[in-house]
């Protein structure tokens, strides 16, 4: 549900980027539509790519696209002068630059003992080193403009035309619907590669499938943002996206929309102050969505944590204070009834007949003497209790169970005395030492272990009745 | 050099020199010494896996020497030995998922590539990013993928079949969490699921215990006393000696080299364990002494 809900959320944002743009420029919107394309397919590709644990790859990939650009140049430039400002021709190069970096990777860790990150770091050192070598090489040049390459390392997006769009386009919607076609073999070719071997798919294949869609996504990225940044498109989307999901189809989804905003965002605020570079407000949008998901992401954003955690901490607050109650009255004599319900030291015969706990006040010293509360914790609670009616004063410093109350203290107390007979019975912790450990599980015992655990001591608690505690009570003053 | 029984078998396993056609047929046979048992020890062919002569290096360093063995036709097979004996490796060995220096796998007496869909494989739980954006059922789906074939979208149907697996290891409510939201027990159950999804005849699990709750462990068991009900073969890394003689009709004793293997009566003896576990001689006497075990 995450992930439409927040495509949902996005979209009237795009769509009022698009109005605010209210550029009827011909030639903004053809970039507009690149730039967007590019983006999902980058996020659509890098979701399986970060999943496989390849967010590196894209690095050496992109890196070493560099290389491969300027060599087809020098190369298509020598066959016929001109011919090297093709996007087609360049990008092919980099895309064979693309693949030998990994290959070359792939081939040091297959040779050696050389570890990945090192492996990756060696190509990415040679074939960026190389590239930069040859574009001193390419300046020199007879024939052609070397100056449109360095484009190649920041990125132009201001400068591409109707047809390098076309081309990007129809890549990135090649990377796409790749992305879709082989959304289950790539899903588990990225959660468990050796068995998707043993079930005879052809890793292999698979792997080289994605690494090629890396670098085709590198690729056409090349022009639109640069080299450099490339990776970021492919990283940054399904990082954020993660934050709202955590089912691999929405997931995408959300990863889609956040990498066609950033493109949207960073294109049209680049259009609007042509001095900053597109790739870099592009990649620089991305890493705010990142953030807000970070902060707000519904399945794992730091805001929605902390609340949680609050509100876990309260109810927990609350369930002790309750039990509180119970247990101080528990301990009083019935009214009419002489003396301590325990004689000292004693250990309680079970099972015991339940104390009416409705009307009897406890007051404050009582309570506090029970557990060592931090005295404000103890007021947040009492008043969270009154105002969930479970609790209502009684004169000044004394509070007594309502009916709800009541129901629930007994609830409270019962589970917490089953799994403190639980962990005394089956864990061997002494009862002196079991109370501790009880209270940190008892609030989140889900019901059927509550009701295994009522079987297992049914003789304690015969008809649901509340078992006596296995320990001493702390001594509640009267 | 044909009888099944457990010296014969240490005897075979002795290296890679060693090529005799009895050998590897002699390894193991069913837990009774009956007509039945004897045919198919004569005729491995049939047994669901037969592993004759492997020997597996990592780089120059040799894990597993000469090994030779043939599964029973069903039953529980425990394959027991201290940490780098190469107990991983031998499954993931036989399931070319690491290259073989020496030797041959049969499956069913044919290579493994024909038979894959009558094995079932459960990796150790490690051996995955459980943080994965996946629920439960889609884990336990996967093992359906190769019958759903190329491109085609996991249906209502698939889906149904994995819900089926999932209520049989007792985790159908957990179908939609997030499997980073269960319990490591939990998640060793859903690899179990996986597995029984595939409806294999022969299953080669790693450490199913390792880690795993009380009640893991009885649904665990549970499934695969029904698997050898129906006659199906289950060989699981095992490393609580304890529970060995409970849980294994089989055992297979690894430490490099095959050091026995045989219905567990016979082959899970003190002195095999101490063959198996070396130094470690004081702990397996106080073992074997307090499972009762007659060494020598």
Known sequence: MNGFLFSSAMLPVAETLFAALQLPAYNTQVVLAGTFLLGVAAAVTGTFMLLRGQALAGDVVSHATLAGVVLAFMVAEMFQAGSGRSLAVLLTGAFLAGGAAIGLTTFILRTTRIRQDAAMAISLGVFYGLGISLLTVAEDFPTGNVAGLSHFLEGMTASLRLSDVQLIGSLSLLAIVLCGVLFKELRLLSFDRDFAATQGWPVGLLDLVLIGLIVLVAVVGLKAVGAVLVVALLIIPPAAARFWSDRLSRMILASAVIGGASAVCGTVISTMLPSLAAGAVIVLSGAVLFCLSLAFGTERGLVWQAVHHRRTTRRVDRQHLLRAVYEIIEQQPEPGEQGSRYGEGEKPDRPHPEPDIRHRPVNRAQLQNCRRWVPARLERSLKQSIREGMLEPVGADAWQLTEDGAVSAQRIVRNHRLWEMYLISQVDIPPSHVDRDADDVEHFLPPDVIESLSRQFAASSPGGQIPASPHLLPPAEQ | ?296
């Open chain 2, 1 to 296: 050099m044909s009888s099944p029984n457990l010296q014969n078998n240490e005897g075979s396993a002795g290296g890679p020199g060693h090529s005799s056609a009895a050998g590897a047929a002699a390894p193991t046979a069913g837990p009774d010494d009956s007509a039945a048992a004897r045919e198919a020890a004569q005729h491995p062919d049939t047994s669901p896996l037969s592993i004759h002569d492997m020997t597996v290096a990592y780089q120059r360093r040799p894990v597993l020497w000469g090994v030779d063995f043939d599964a029973p036709q069903s039953g529980l097979v425990a394959i027991i030995g201290p940490n780098g004996a190469g107990k991983t490796t031998l499954i993931r060995a036989a399931l070319d998922l690491v290259p073989r220096t020496a030797g041959e796998v049969r499956f069913f007496g044919q290579p493994y590539a024909s038979q894959r869909h009558r094995v079932a494989y459960v990796p150790q739980r490690t051996s995955v990013d459980w943080d994965f954006p996946v629920s439960a059922l889609d884990v336990v789906a996967m093992g359906l993928y190769r019958q759903i074939g190329w491109f085609r979208p996991v249906r209502r149907k698939h889906r149904e079949q994995a819900a089926d697996a999932l209520s049989q290891v007792g985790m159908a409510d957990f179908r939609h969490r997030q499997i980073s939201q269960l319990s490591g027990g939990q998640q060793q159950r859903v690899f179990l699921a996986r597995a029984l999804a595939q409806n294999a005849e022969l299953y080669l699990m790693d450490e199913p215990f390792a880690g795993v709750d009380a009640a893991t462990e009885r649904a665990i068991v549970e499934v695969l006393r029904t698997l050898r009900s129906r006659g199906r073969t289950v060989l699981a890394v095992h490393h609580d000696l304890q529970t060995v003689s409970e849980y294994f009709d089989h055992v297979v004793l690894l430490n490099m080299r095959l050091v026995a293997a045989g219905p567990t009566e016979e082959a899970f003896t003190a002195e095999n364990l101490r063959r198996t576990y070396g130094g470690r001689l004081a702990l397996l006497d106080r073992v074997g002494h307090a499972m009762g075990l007659g060494g020598e």
